[in-house]
């Protein structure tokens, strides 16, 4: 059963500020045409360190998606320090190490629960290392069968300066959000993010700067 926890504000107080910045995130997204056409599309979510708050911002947009009726799907990629078990207080699934490591089917990792239209899919725990799952072969597949029965997919990885992870999966994607925390990331690791994205093949659609005032 997927449950949901104090840090998703859109559920908890949909009609609150922060609720409506997830809803003018949510916005911008459609309006690129993000959210709509034949095929989901796929979004990373990556930083310039640690603690900026990617999982909260991802999975407080997947939720605001979903209450407009959208189908959404959220995958932890980040296989070194996961979190959005905990955000969703996810049980019963052995989660993406498990698909990529060839242990387990999609349906098998898919954790669905009281919100309708959202599918979350857990990192699980592997011993092969993280940029060669997640640069394989049956990632593309994970993501191209995702595509054909949700409108958006959402991913979360580790720090794109500290790890390859986000640099492997950008290649992959529709487009990057960095998020970049108030008082705390710095303008020089942003931009080298954005380069790092570039070089990667895709390119960064917005910044979402958590805890501003």
């Known amino acids: 059963m997927l449950?949901?926890?104090?840090?998703l504000i859109t559920d908890i107080n949909p009609s609150s500020s922060i609720s409506e910045s997830f809803r003018s995130l949510r916005t911008y997204i459609r309006q690129l045409g993000l959210a709509q056409g034949n095929g989901g599309k796929v979004l990373l979510f990556t930083s310039a360190e640690a603690g900026a708050g990617?999982?909260?911002i991802l999975s407080n947009l997947a939720v605001s998606f979903v209450q407009e009726g959208r189908k959404v799907a959220v995958i932890d990629c980040n296989l070194r320090h996961p979190g959005l078990h905990s955000v969703f207080e996810v049980e019963g699934s052995q989660g993406l190490a498990a698909y990529l490591d060839g242990m387990e089917e999609v349906d098998q990792i898919v954790v669905h629960g009281n919100l309708a239209n959202l599918s979350v899919i857990p990192a699980g725990i592997s011993r092969i290392s993280p940029p060669d799952l997640l640069g394989s072969?049956?990632?593309?597949a994970l993501l191209d069968e995702l595509?054909?029965?949700h409108d958006l997919i959402l991913l979360d990885s580790p720090p794109a300066t500290e790890f390859s992870d986000a640099r492997i999966l950008a290649s992959q994607v529709d487009g990057v959000i960095l998020v970049a925390r108030y008082g705390k990331s710095k303008r020089d690791s942003i931009r080298k993010v954005k380069v790092l994205m570039e070089q990667a093949g895709s390119r960064i659609i917005g910044i979402a700067l958590n805890q501003a005032k």
């Open 3 to 7: 449950r949901l926890n104090k840090s």
């Open 54 to 56: 990617k999982t909260t």
């Open 137 to 140: 072969d049956k990632m593309i």
């Open 147 to 149: 595509k054909g029965s």
